[in-house]
């Protein structure tokens, strides 16, 4: 039973999972790249920037620095945005040993290079740690504020996988152990690209038929770049894949979804991205998952348009014209 874990990345997502850990009476020290928020929070005793009003119990505590972090725990929890995760990684690597172990509900790819993020371990730490991620239909707020929920955990081993299941149990808040990373690595990511795609159909006004076609056909496209990575189709009509996925394209909580919406209202994507305040994954993702896709010769028509509309200011209803005149095919 865990009884210290060190959560990485002071957000909202790692406030939230930080809070849940230290509600089962697990003893958390937060940290984050951003030394000012810390000291913010420690002062405050919540996240004055995020989460506000949740007050942080006595056994969650926040730290500026990595060395009291490691020195706390064997369990490392990383919930950085995807482009501070390898940087985060080689500067915690000379310090991890055999006996500690890594964990991330970063939900991405990384920038550039398309690396899922446990090559980005592999290619960083020590061969020897075990790793692991949690993810699924999660919202940072409801979480912080114990409503119920529900996600997946996947590990290099069983013994990883259960214990970090049982670190997040509770009362509202259940677990499922998974052996598959690629597959709940990919569902976690291409949601957030997919959620955009429902944002900018919304925000153009073209109702629940094509939000629901574009989930349907969105998860379509998870299942085939994940199986063809290796990842079990099982794994994305799970909690990892399409649970996430309806969450984030049906509700204006998400970041990549309100993205959409202002994408599809008229506005760049700079400025909105610069609106909503917060890393969205989406908008990073989308670049990596084109790489990924266009590698294994895998179609994705729909994160390729998203890509085009983000990346490469095309019309959004450009280009809604261009895949709803696609060549009629069989669906499955």
Request: proline fraction near 3%; charged fraction near 15%.
């Amino acid at each position: 039973m865990i009884q210290t874990i060190s959560v990485y990345g002071a957000g909202s997502w790692g406030t939230a999972l930080a809070l849940q850990l230290a509600r089962n009476q697990i003893d958390v020290l937060l940290w984050d790249f951003n030394a000012q928020h810390i000291a913010d929070y420690q002062r405050a005793r919540e996240n004055i920037h995020y989460l506000r009003g949740i007050p942080f119990p006595d056994n969650l505590r926040c730290t500026p620095h990595l060395d009291a972090c490691l020195q706390h725990s064997q369990h490392q929890l990383i919930v950085v945005p995807s482009h501070g995760f390898r940087t985060l990684l080689e500067q915690l690597a000379p310090q991890l040993t055999a006996q500690h172990n890594i964990v991330w509900a970063t939900k991405g790819l990384e920038t550039g290079t398309g690396k899922l993020l446990h090559e980005v371990v592999n290619e960083t730490v020590d061969n020897h740690i075990a790793y692991g991620l949690v993810s699924g239909p999660t919202f940072a707020s409801e979480v912080a504020s114990g409503l119920p929920t529900a996600m997946t955990v996947a590990a290099t081993t069983p013994r990883l996988s259960q214990t970090i299941a049982n670190a997040f149990h509770g009362d509202n808040f259940r677990v499922y152990t998974s052996t598959d990373i690629i597959g709940v690595e990919l569902g976690g990511a291409i949601k957030n690209v997919l959620a955009i795609a429902a944002g900018i159909s919304d925000g153009l006004g073209f109702g629940a038929n094509a939000r629901a076609a574009i989930i349907t056909r969105g998860l379509a496209e998870i299942i085939r770049l994940g199986e063809s990575m290796g990842a079990q189709s099982s794994t994305m009509m799970g909690l990892a894949g399409v649970g996430d996925l309806v969450l984030t394209c049906t509700d204006n909580q998400s970041r990549n979804r309100r993205l959409g919406l202002a994408l599809g209202k008229g506005q760049d994507t700079a400025t909105a991205i610069k609106d909503i305040g917060q890393a969205v994954e989406g908008a990073k993702s989308s670049h990596c998952i084109r790489l990924l896709a266009q590698r294994a010769g895998i179609e994705m028509p729909i994160c390729f348009a998203v890509h085009r509309v983000v990346h490469e200011n095309l019309d959004p209803k450009i280009a809604v014209k261009e895949l709803l005149s696609r060549d009629i095919s069989t669906e499955f």
